[in-house]
């Protein structure tokens, strides 16, 4: 694990929750990926009119990270309203890149709720090695 300001990280998830386009859920959700090489990606979740289409904010900022050539990640803070943990498609597509990484839920006061593993936010995940 690299050495990381996990409160930076939380601030950075805080704060960009601020953009999340929630207008029909009103759930807004920010979230900070820390990659091993020291970089920051930001999502929010991003809702749409036709409901099913709507993004995550874990998923943005890991589909953010892959796009810029980042696929190992160290750590993903997660703000909500109440600590909220990550759906299960947004466990799944965390798992693809890496059991290990630290998942930190933190509410709007910035309170670590909750601080767990992908693996043990998804027990027996399929990976890439199971492919093999
Ligand atoms: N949401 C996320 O952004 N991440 C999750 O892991 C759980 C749900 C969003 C989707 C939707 O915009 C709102 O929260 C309510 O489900």
């Known amino acids: 694990m690299i050495d990381f300001d996990k409160n930076l990280l939380i601030q950075k998830a805080m704060s960009v929750r601020e ?3 929630a207008p029909y859920s ?3 959700v920010g979230a900070a990926l820390l990659t091993n090489s020291g970089r920051v990606f930001t ?3 991003v809702e749409n009119s ?6 995550c904010a874990e998923r943005s900022s890991v589909f953010k990270a892959v796009s810029e050539g980042e696929r190992e990640f160290a750590a993903v803070a997660i ?3 109440n600590g909220g943990t990550p759906c299960g498609s947004c466990r799944q597509v965390l798992a693809e890149f890496g059991l290990d990484t630290l998942v930190i839920l933190v509410d709007e006061n910035g309170l670590v709720t ?3 593993t992908v693996a043990e936010l998804l027990p027996k995940a399929f990976t890439p090695s199971d492919l093999v």
């Open 50 to 55: 036709a409901y099913p289409v709507t993004m």
């Open 114 to 116: 909750e601080e767990m």
């Open 19 to 21: 953009n999340a386009y």
């Open 26 to 28: 009103n759930y807004q």
């Open 79 to 81: 703000a909500t309203s």
């Open 43 to 45: 999502g929010v979740n």
